[in-house]
């Protein structure tokens, strides 16, 4: 017997169902050793940077890229499990949906580590 499909909900229902699915898709990133360990990176870089004195605005740019980063995390994720369910054996077009994806979060990994380079950068030399 297959699982029936929920009944669709609207208004706060909808919000609150909608909530639910987030927090259990968060609980599945977490499961990711890579969401982890972006995690824990991105906030000792805030922690960082803050101790550091950056400015305020560095500091919500820098945590916005952070978010970003965890979305596309999240986004790759999800195509390695659609992958991983549609394709069991290697496939090419496997590979590269799932190189794609890679590379979007290597992109943003890069992004967030220019962000906080240039931003420290800027302390030491405004301390010299």
């Known amino acids: 017997m297959t699982p029936q499909k929920p009944p669709r909900t609207h208004g706060l229902a909808h919000v609150i169902a909608a909530t639910g699915y987030s927090l259990t ?60 369910h549609l394709s069991p054996e290697w496939s090419e077009f496997g590979k590269q949906a799932k190189d794609a994806g890679s590379a979007a979060v290597f992109l943003m990994i890069l992004a967030n580590a220019i962000c906080f380079l240039v931003t420290m950068v800027q302390i030491l030399l405004t301390n010299v």
């Open 25 to 84: 898709g968060l609980q599945r990133l977490w499961q990711e050793a890579s969401f982890r360990q972006e995690v824990t990176i991105g906030a000792v870089a805030l922690v960082v940077m803050w101790a550091s004195g950056a400015p305020v605005g560095s500091l919500l740019i820098f945590g916005l890229l952070l978010l970003a980063l965890l979305a596309f995390e999240a986004l790759n994720t999800a195509i390695e499990v659609i992958v991983d």
